[in-house]
């Protein structure tokens, strides 16, 4: 049983230094608004027209929220030290 406890422990551990790794070069992750197809939002009615995700801004990329946690933390560090 420690063994199984020592694997998921571990597995956690590396999935965790990933994501933060891939906040820290690639900040920017796909939008996932459900009808957001690289930054438009399509009608359901009228297949041809679309608009500007507002989630996005029509870029089709989001910033990660490690990345919004890291930002936060930072610029509380920053406030809190001046």
Same mark, same amino acid.
């Given at each position: 049983?420690?063994?199984?406890?020592?694997?998921?422990?571990?597995?956690?551990?590396?999935?965790?230094?990933?994501?933060?790794?891939?906040?820290?070069?690639? !900040?920017?992750?796909?939008?996932?608004? !459900?009808?957001?197809?690289?930054?438009?939002?399509?009608?359901?009615?009228?297949?041809?027209?679309?608009?500007?995700? !507002?989630?996005?801004?029509?870029?089709?990329?989001?910033?990660?929220?490690?990345?919004?946690?890291?930002?936060?933390?930072?610029?509380?560090?920053?406030?809190?030290?001046?």
């Amino acid at each position: 049983m420690t063994t199984l406890a020592l694997l998921a422990s571990l597995a956690t551990l590396g999935y965790s230094a990933f994501y933060i790794l891939n906040c820290a070069f690639n !900040p920017w992750g796909v939008c996932k608004r !459900p009808r957001c197809r690289g930054g438009r939002v399509y009608s359901r009615i009228f297949t041809k027209t679309f608009r500007e995700c !507002p989630r996005c801004n029509g870029t089709g990329r989001r910033v990660r929220i490690g990345r919004r946690i890291y930002e936060y933390l930072r610029s509380e560090h920053k406030a809190g030290t001046r």
